[in-house]
């Protein structure tokens, strides 16, 4: 079973970058995919990026491309988010999360492993 520890977060400018950073112990499935969600204040959680543990492929959802980059490190067993240009809209708690990410990579439903959150707070 695979256990995730996200780290990384904190206070930026709007325009600002950060970077998450999210290590996982356990087994990890070539299948599986790596995704970060976030919940903003007061909202439901949304998926932001993931990517596939074999073969790299990524999926952004729209607000963030071109501002996020999703990247791995199989050797580390380390996902990264990379965040620039960041907005007060990327206000959220951000989490990582593994699984096989059925039927919809977006939806939370299909991953099982969760870590507990970091805070990522964005300032006008």
């Known amino acids: 079973q695979a256990q995730l520890a996200e780290s990384g977060g904190g206070l930026a400018q709007a325009g600002g970058s950060l970077s998450l950073s999210c290590a996982i112990s356990?087994?990890?499935?070539?299948?599986?995919?790596i995704s970060w969600f976030r919940r903003p204040p007061g909202k439901e959680r949304e998926f932001v990026a993931g990517?596939?543990?074999?073969?790299?492929?990524?999926d952004y959802r729209d607000s963030v491309k071109g501002r996020f980059t999703i990247s791995r490190d199989n050797a580390k067993d380390m996902v990264y988010l990379q965040m620039n240009n960041l907005k007060p809209e990327d206000t959220a708690v951000y989490y990582c999360?593994?699984?096989?990410?059925?039927?919809?990579?977006?939806?939370?439903?299909?991953?099982?492993?969760w870590g507990q959150g970091t805070q990522v707070t964005v300032a006008p």
């Open positions: 999360a593994v699984g096989g990410g059925r039927p919809n990579i977006r939806m939370s439903s299909g991953y099982p492993h």
């Open positions: 356990g087994r990890i499935f070539s299948a599986y995919i």
């Open positions: 990517i596939r543990w074999t073969g790299g492929g990524t």
